[in-house]
């Protein structure tokens, strides 16, 4: 599934977009549940859903620059994404993708969670890399895995550029 993030369109000038899975709601009504990603039950989410997530995370156009945007694994794994200017766009280096499908069927036993793998990270302001960071760091190296995990995974383009959020590519 492909969700475009476009200057024009999009209103919210810093957000976040996650994939839920597993999704069952009520036909002509707003409540259901997903397994991934769930937000409180609702189909229209007012929070960020519930671990496990793989997290898109962007800020367009701060304080009149450039866009920064990333994705995250600190709040866990649940689908592989990838986040990448269009049009052409004259970024210094394109944008982070993290296809790898494995990742929840060979997450370490310690971080399995339902339809997912869990981040020892999540949730701690102050962790740093340790083993279970390494292993997302191993199978999506351009993503963010820990709190201060800044290094080649936040990615600038000019403002007003566009973007393809992609899930499962």
Do not use: L, M, W
């Given at each position: 599934m492909r969700f475009n993030v476009t200057q024009h369109f999009l209103q919210i000038k810093n957000g976040r977009v996650w994939g839920r899975t597993g999704c069952g709601f009520i036909i002509n009504e707003t409540l259901g549940q997903c397994q991934t990603g769930d937000c409180g039950g609702t189909l229209v989410c007012k929070q960020v859903g519930a671990q496990p997530i793989t997290l898109a995370v962007y800020s367009l156009g701060k304080n009149g620059g450039a866009d920064y945007f990333d994705i995250s694994l600190v709040h866990s794994f649940n689908a592989p994404m990838a986040f990448l200017p269009t049009g052409g766009a004259k970024c210094a280096r394109g944008g982070p993708s993290c296809p790898v499908q494995e990742i929840t069927f060979k997450c370490p036993?310690?971080?399995?969670?339902?339809?997912?793998?869990?981040?020892?990270?999540?949730g701690k302001s102050n962790c740093g890399p340790n083993n279970g960071t390494e292993y997302f760091k191993k199978s999506c190296p351009e993503t963010i895995t820990y709190p201060k995990d800044t290094s080649n995974t936040i990615y600038t383009c000019p403002a007003g550029t566009n973007y393809e959020i992609t899930f499962c590519p």
């Open positions: 036993s310690e971080q399995r969670q339902v339809a997912g793998c869990g981040n020892p990270c999540d």
